[in-house]
């Protein structure tokens, strides 16, 4: 089912699961409303008893009745209200988890393409803000809205029981009340949506310069960046500042409407008392309804207020998680599964933006075969990883495993059938064992012991504090480049996927490392189809052929020796690295 946008819809699609919490939730709020205006009522009948006792016309005895069913009314409230509560926090923790749950399932099969414009705090801080913003909205309707729409309506019939006339002037007040501020909410969600926004931002600049703070320090930018960031708080407090100069305008707003009810409520109730048409009992019963009216309806502005936030957080936060995905599945898409392993790259085009990467480029790998990637920086090679793998999508053209377009199966399939060792290897602040295991999650320890060790991982790993329990910091800081990598050769030992690529997946290794790995990674090599990118020429001397790429277009294609031959881009590039 689609996730709702709107923050209403939203809120109830994840109540959905939690809804017999919910109702019993309801029920206990309508009742406990019910059993305060019971203990109104009690009041009025306790104050004309009084009256009638001291006139002789009634017995003592129904006087002290009535003082006891006081308490007992109070008490049967407050444990409805209980009621409510355990109903309440099994029904909302449950619906907030099911919002953080269900917008990080939408999240995680957003393209590439999509992170890679947006500022990741503000993209976590936007779920955070959604799924709080339903927490919020929710109990400020049950426990406060519910209960005082309630009342209202108890309310206007207990004064009806004394005059018709005090009813009708309520309904009117409310009535009003309410529209006024139906009115207000209006352009307060509009700047709480700017608020919620302004908050993003700047959260999401806040996590990209602490990220590179090193940065930062090494080039001694520190005001500078105390600038950047200040104008984005500046930013924040102003849209902040509009909110609460507007609510407190608002409150100003209730304040007013609320004195002049009070005033014509109570003075039309003791125009009918000296009439005769009501009596002191009913007058009293008027002050404290209209007394409780009135803290209720001031109460109710507020909750109206904040809820317009809530509500501008939520829609914030839905509008941009909620965005329709830029690469998605075939309905009812099949299953890869790898025989051979062949790859072809048909005629693709793509581009970034209006930079044209690739121009009717193909390209085929056979089963089995190891190709080695070959070009300029800029040349389109890692470009051309992220299309196999499906994290951008082609203009045109298309691009085929074992004869099956890319698009015509699930993404989930294609991934598992590679195992992939990126340029920048990127870890999760949990231990290396896990970060490792991440290849195979079935994989047992022994086995993930065996794949470090076959990476060439072992040794160091054993050497932290924590060996395979040491937590790695955000995205693998605590480990240097070359322990990353080593990290992540391990994960492909792991997986076993039937296809491989490299993407520079010796770059951060010193020439030591780097050939005592290069006898592991032929024999990983083994049994797949590989396709390697290196800078380093002489790491690809073990491929069947080289494939050399210039301009987004096949320049070049064969053997190491035969390309040095030809005299071609390859020959220049190799020789300025020997030359060099």
């Known amino acids: 089912m689609e996730i709702p946008k709107n923050p209403l819809k939203f809120a109830i699609w994840c109540s959905t699961e939690h809804r017999r919490f919910a109702i019993g939730a309801f029920m206990a709020v309508l009742c406990a409303a019910l059993t305060s205006r019971l ?333 080695g990637l070959v070009g300029p920086s800029g040349a389109g090679k890692s470009t051309l990883v992220s299309l196999l793998l499906r994290q951008f999508e082609v203009s045109s053209g298309e691009i085929l495993v074992d004869g099956i377009k890319i698009p015509d199966i699930t993404l989930d399939s294609l991934r598992r059938s590679i195992s992939y060792v990126p340029q920048t290897t990127s870890l999760f602040h949990r231990p290396i064992m896990d970060n490792i295991r991440y290849g195979k999650l079935s994989a047992s320890d022994n086995e993930v012991i065996e794949a470090a060790r076959l990476a060439q991982a072992d040794e160091f790993i054993r050497s932290l504090p924590d060996a395979y329990g040491t937590y790695v910091g955000e995205r693998g800081v605590k480990l240097s480049g070359g322990q990353r990598q080593r990290i992540s050769i391990a994960r492909a030992f792991l997986k076993n996927a039937p296809i491989l690529i490299l993407d520079e997946a010796t770059s951060a290794l010193d020439s030591e490392s780097e050939r005592a790995i290069q006898a592991v990674l032929i024999d990983l090599m083994q049994g797949k189809t590989v396709l390697a990118i290196a800078h380093r020429l002489s790491t690809l001397r073990a491929m069947d052929r080289l494939v050399v790429v210039q301009n987004g277009q096949v320049v070049e294609d064969g053997h190491h020796d035969q390309l040095l031959a030809n005299g071609g881009l390859y020959s220049r590039l190799w020789n300025s690295q020997v030359e060099g």
């Open 39 to 371: 203990i109104y009522y009690l009041i009025r009948i306790i104050t004309d008893t009084a009256i009638q006792v001291e006139k002789g016309q009634t017995d003592l005895q129904n006087l002290w009745k009535l003082i006891v069913l006081f308490p007992l009314a109070y008490i049967l409230n407050e444990a409805i209200w209980r009621c409510s509560g355990f109903c309440g926090m099994r029904w909302i923790t449950g619906m907030t988890a099911t919002a953080h749950q269900k917008l990080f399932d939408y999240l995680s099969k957003h393209s590439a393409s999509f992170f890679s414009e947006r500022y990741a705090g503000a993209i976590t801080n936007k779920i955070s803000n959604a799924a709080k913003g339903v927490e919020e909205l929710t109990a400020q309707t049950l426990w406060q809205f519910s209960p005082l729409l309630i009342g209202f309506a108890a309310d206007i019939y207990l004064t009806s029981l004394s005059h018709y006339s005090i009813s009708v002037t309520l309904l009117c007040s409310v009535t009003l009340f309410i529209s006024m501020n139906v009115l207000f909410v209006k352009r307060l969600s509009v700047l709480a949506y700017q608020r919620a926004e302004a908050s993003s931002n700047l959260k999401g600049k806040l996590v990209d310069s602490a990220s590179n703070i090193d940065t930062v320090q090494f080039a001694a930018e520190l005001e500078h960046e105390r600038r950047y960031i200040g104008s984005f708080i500046d930013q924040q407090r102003s849209t902040h500042l509009k909110e609460w100069w507007y609510s407190e305008w608002v409150l100003i707003a209730n304040g007013i409407m609320l004195a002049l009810f009070m005033a014509v409520t109570l003075a039309q109730s003791v125009w009918l008392l000296q009439q005769g048409l009501i009596t002191i009992g009913s007058l009293v019963l008027v002050i404290t309804v209209v007394i409780a009216l009135e803290r209720n309806l001031f109460f109710i502005g507020q909750h109206m207020t904040r809820s317009a936030g809530y509500y501008g957080q939520i829609k914030e936060g839905l509008l941009e998680l909620l965005a329709p995905y830029s690469i998605k599945e075939s309905g009812g898409a099949p299953q890869l599964l790898v025989k051979q392993g062949s790859i072809q790259f048909n005629r693709i085009s793509f581009s970034y933006g209006n930079n044209a990467v690739f121009d009717n480029f193909s390209l085929k790998l056979d089963g089995g075969e190891k190709v």
